[in-house]
């Protein structure tokens, strides 16, 4: 802590000139390798003229087999989620474990981040209007997929001796295999799953995150942050560090208590500009319908839109990398699927409702006065599209960003280090270690572009979902398994409700 | 079967004060006593990873300490005045939970201390004892 003071210290006596050019130089030393990142895993396809990342290609592939496979869990389950979380099922006698709203509420705050206010933006803007249409898509495929890595992760979840818990993909890849006699390929998945999340941490949970948080405090600070990224980068990294290194977990706590109430505070925003804009919404949601299956405008057509859809709306609501089984695996139940039911809310809440919102409030911007944004994209283009009606809406936006930014920091952390103690043990050094690089990409996050950043951590996404959705395709038919067993008891009456 | 009296524990004075009067009573109606503590707690609360992580562990350890520390001490000194005693330790909204308990054991009256929380306190938070007071289908006696 001290010596992240002194450096802090060091910097801040360097001229303004070099300060700018602290940020320069990191931007244009990383460009070139987030450039040749993205390259090599992102990988397209030309199809009809678009280009297709075999990324999106597998994860939306997967998504679709699985609402198929699983008979439409994403709409049968929806209302049995609904009375789950509302405890009609819960067993007084175990009151005081952790609850299903509980895990939900604590996977809901990992997933709901910048993305749903700046990825959307992000979207509109490369694949215009019509992509809304295919993120939702996506957003409904995606409770598939959530449903069956959930359902895994409390199911091979490892309980360690003095009864703390610890679950996610590297668990249920290794035993889930072991279990149908490939112990050693089951290994193998294991370590490469954890490879992935605590590399992939990096990306999705961290420097995205901190750079639009940054982005949207040097919007309403009126450009006076410029170049100052490396600045606002080290406190957040400092903040950051004080919870995850210093055990300063009040800040953490107090952050987990706000971040559900600026949800809603930032829906209820949305909504009223949606409706003060009401005359605009006919043409928006056209334009969306529109653009989904006509393209135009955008580059690649209707498949453009589509593909910059699915990409984003995965970005947002996790699913198909598996993190979200890891915090969900905290729940004890003897019925693993109760908890992929109950996390179908996720993909749904996040990427249905909340991204949706947010498209909707562009939208009726973009219809009423095309060219509102200027330069600006991400989160700054929503935040734009705000203070046309609430002139002073961006503060409490940046507020609320960095609010999301700071909880899905803290939650990656979280996964990323259960990926690190997966492969190298629970020893305290090694956790440190770990730490320290975590916080160093909260800070880099904020002078590296958005562009080389979302290049990075898409390819990072898709190192993590490449053994996780692998391993959901071999272990589907255990959840299939299960699934009917559970509703067959839930219809004959032998699972009842206590309420 | 004789007759329960619920008799609810937090290790406060005035929870002991509520036993006291409650032993007086079991003995004029020669009436078995339930002691409970209930661990406030709600399943609508928003937690860390790593706090759900621990729940588990946490729980068995609150349980343990409201055993060791709160019920079992008394358990001997009210079984050698020869009255028979249970003890429960239970999760959930204190007035609530106390109702099903009391429901749960079939007791004929409850007994709870007052615990003077400030006029704001109870604006902001309400009163256990007036919840219990308001709702409970037997009689409640709030000791001060």
């Given at each position: 802590m001290k010596r992240l003071f002194y450096i802090l210290g060091v910097l801040l006596c360097s001229t303004t000139a070099a300060q700018a050019g602290i940020d320069e130089a990191i931007n244009s030393a990383t460009a070139p390798i987030a450039t040749l990142i993205g390259q090599i895993v992102f990988f397209k396809i030309p199809v009809f003229g678009a280009q297709l990342p075999v990324v999106v290609l597998w994860l939306v592939a997967g998504a679709v087999f699985f609402t198929f496979y699983m008979g439409f869990i994403n709409l049968r389950g929806f209302k049995h989620a609904i009375e789950l979380v509302r405890g009609d099922y819960a067993d007084p006698n175990s009151h005081g474990e952790v609850s299903h709203f509980q895990a939900l509420a604590t996977a809901v705050s990992g997933t709901v981040g910048i993305g749903n206010i700046g990825g959307v933006a992000v979207a509109v803007t490369v694949g215009g209007a019509g992509a809304t249409f295919w993120l939702i898509v996506a957003g409904f495929l995606g409770m598939s997929t959530k449903f069956v890595e959930c359902t895994l992760g409390v199911k091979y979840r490892n309980e360690f001796e003095d009864g703390h818990v610890s679950g996610g993909p590297m668990y249920y890849l290794r035993q889930g295999f072991s279990d149908r006699g490939m112990e050693g390929f089951g290994k193998f998945m294991g370590t490469f799953y954890a490879i992935g999340i605590f590399i992939g941490a990096l990306g999705i949970g961290n420097m995205f995150q901190s750079n639009q948080a940054y982005v949207q405090l040097n919007n309403v600070s009126g450009g006076a942050l410029d170049g100052l990224g490396w600045l606002i980068g080290l406190i957040l990294a400092g903040v950051v560090f004080s919870v995850i290194i210093g055990g300063i977990k009040s800040i953490a706590r107090v952050t987990e208590k706000i971040v559900p109430f600026m949800a809603i505070f930032y829906c209820v925003f949305a909504i009223i500009v949606i409706l003060m804009n009401a005359n605009t919404i006919p043409t928006a949601i056209g334009n969306i319908f529109d653009g989904a299956f006509t393209g135009e405008g955008v580059a690649?057509?209707?498949?453009?839109?589509?593909?910059?859809?699915?990409?984003?709306?995965?970005?947002?609501?996790?699913?198909?990398?598996?993190?979200?089984?890891?915090?969900?695996?905290?729940?004890?139940?003897?019925?693993?699927?109760?908890?992929?039911?109950?996390?179908?809310?996720?993909?749904?809440?996040?990427?249905?409702?909340?991204?949706?919102?947010?498209?909707?409030?562009?939208?009726?911007?973009?219809?009423?006065?095309?060219?509102?944004?200027?330069?600006?994209?991400?989160?700054?283009?929503?935040?734009?599209?705000?203070e046309r009606e609430f002139s002073w809406f961006p503060i409490p936006l940046a507020f609320a960003a960095l609010m999301f930014a700071f909880s899905t920091m803290i939650s990656?952390?979280?996964?990323?280090?259960?990926?690190?103690?997966?492969?190298?043990?629970?020893?305290?050094?090694?956790?440190?270690?770990?730490?320290?690089?975590?916080?160093?990409?909260?800070?880099?996050?904020?002078?590296?572009?958005?562009?080389?950043?979302?290049?990075?951590?898409?390819?990072?996404?898709?190192?993590?979902?490449?053994?996780?959705?692998?391993?959901l395709y071999f272990l589907a038919p255990i959840v299939k398994r299960e699934m009917n067993s559970y509703f067959d008891r839930i219809k004959s009456g032998e699972i009842k409700k206590f309420k | 079967m004789s007759n329960k009296i619920l008799v609810a524990l937090d290790g406060s004075d005035g929870s002991k004060r509520a036993l006291g009067a409650a032993v007086t009573h079991a003995k004029l109606t020669s009436s078995d006593l339930v002691l409970a503590y209930v661990i406030d707690w709600s399943p609508y609360s928003f937690h860390t990873p790593e706090e759900l992580e621990e729940r588990h562990q946490r729980r068995e350890s609150e349980i343990q300490r409201a055993n060791d520390s709160v019920l079992t001490p008394e358990i001997a000194a009210l079984e050698a005045q020869g009255l028979k005693v249970e003890t429960v330790v239970h999760h959930g909204k204190i007035a609530e939970t106390l109702l099903d308990l009391a429901d749960q054991h079939g007791v004929t009256q409850i007994y709870i201390g007052r615990r003077g929380e400030s006029r704001m306190h109870t604006l902001i938070f309400g009163s256990v004892s007036a919840a219990l007071v308001q709702t409970s289908p037997v009689p409640v006696t709030v000791v001060p």
């Open positions: 690649g057509g209707a498949l453009g839109a589509m593909i910059i859809g699915f990409q984003r709306a995965v970005f947002s609501n996790e699913a198909g990398i598996g993190s979200a089984s890891i915090a969900h695996s905290a729940v004890r139940t003897d019925e693993p699927i109760t908890e992929g039911v109950v996390s179908l809310l996720e993909p749904f809440i996040d990427t249905i409702v909340i991204c949706t919102i947010t498209a909707l409030v562009i939208g009726t911007a973009q219809v009423a006065a095309p060219d509102f944004a200027g330069e600006a994209q991400g989160v700054a283009m929503t935040s734009a599209a705000f990656w952390s979280y996964y990323g280090l259960k990926g690190w103690t997966y492969l190298f043990g629970e020893s305290e050094r090694g956790q440190t270690i770990y730490k320290l690089i975590f916080c160093a990409f909260v800070a880099l996050g904020c002078v590296v572009q958005l562009g080389p950043i979302l290049d990075i951590s898409d390819a990072l996404v898709f190192l993590i979902c490449v053994p996780n959705i692998l391993g | -």
